[in-house]
């Protein structure tokens, strides 16, 4: 595949690097890993095959064979080789054509079949832009890169053989529900904050500020802090940590979060929700509601139930 055009920060992302943080080594990944887990699933890829993370900007992809490709998230406006592709939906694409990617709004996940097949690093095809390795070189795309896919698997290939049309008349279920408001846990250091300002927390809107990234979602608005709680020794984070720094104003840490820090942690936004948090951009609001660990916990094993039923309606259809 020739990349005519990359956009802005585009990369080629998998599930997450695992096992390697007590070395300092962050996650990574993409930060809707379930929405390219099922995108992989759509076009008989594993699902934690590597495929591409888009921002923003117009991006253009030239493919030498013919491929299946799948995308969801945000508002995105994709043509193969000029035919509309909703997302959700499993496409063919033919040797020669291109996938033209508009972004509007959000991130988006595109899976090719056979997966992009950059070299792994400790176990994982992600790319860490702040560490500089995996991906492709370690940095986002650019104009003129050109990647190689893996080997289809028997899977895509029955897939493709037996799509009616260039776009499948069946698409993946919608696990993924855009909105303002992130349902969280309570922190480790819940306690050390006063009633007064976890009140603060649960009931403001906060505005994602512009220097916000994949490492995390630097929110402006009302300050939280009430002074009574300091920086403490570095602790383990992970994705969806809110951290609460002196100034009072939290951030909810996301993919290519650091694996320690001294922030006190207030919350951690709940799994299924990142999702949501991976779709929101500089000045847009959200706010945050506290629900049950046991509920989350839920949450979470629903969504894994909805995707195993997907991948076994699919080998049931396809295999």
């Known amino acids: 595949m020739i990349v005519l055009s990359a956009g802005f920060q585009t990369t080629v992302q998998d599930c997450g690097r695992f096992g390697f943080r007590k070395f300092g080594v962050a996650v990574a990944g993409a930060l809707d890993p379930v929405s390219l887990r ?127 049309a260039a776009v499948s008349d069946w698409s993946a279920p919608r696990l993924f529900a855009p909105g303002g408001v992130l349902r969280v846990v309570r922190g480790r250091r819940w306690d050390d904050f006063d009633e007064g300002v976890r009140a603060k927390l649960l009931a403001r809107k906060f505005r994602v500020a512009m220097n916000s990234d994949r490492m995390g979602l630097r929110l402006e608005g009302e300050r939280i802090s009430n002074g009574t709680t300091p920086e403490l020794p570095s602790e383990a984070v992970a994705s969806g940590t809110i951290q609460v720094p002196r100034d009072g104003a939290p951030i909810v840490l996301l993919a290519d979060c650091q694996t320690i820090g001294g922030y006190p942690k207030i919350g951690h936004v709940i799994t299924v929700d990142l999702a949501r948090a991976a779709q929101l951009q500089p000045l847009d609001e959200v706010g945050f509601e506290l629900v049950p660990l046991a509920e989350a916990q839920e949450l979470l094993l629903g969504q894994e139930k909805d995707i195993a039923l997907f991948r076994a309606g699919l080998q049931a259809r396809f295999a």
Do not use: Y
Request: glycine share 14%; hydrophobic share 45%.
């Open 38 to 164: 099922l995108m992989n699933l759509v076009v008989g890829n594993d699902q934690g095959a590597a495929g591409l993370e888009i921002a923003s900007g117009r991006v253009r992809l030239q493919f030498d064979d013919e491929r299946l490709i799948a995308w969801c998230g945000g508002e995105f406006e994709v043509l193969a080789g000029g035919t509309p592709i909703p997302q959700l939906h499993c496409a063919r694409i033919s040797a020669g054509a291109v996938c033209e990617i508009q972004a509007k709004r959000g991130r988006a996940w595109l899976a090719i079949s056979g997966g992009i097949e950059v070299p792994e690093v400790l176990g994982s095809r992600s790319t860490d832009l702040r560490a500089h390795f995996g991906g492709q070189n370690g940095r986002a795309l650019r104009d003129k890169d050109e990647l190689l896919f893996g080997v289809r698997s028997a899977l895509a290939m029955s897939i493709a053989l037996r799509l009616p």
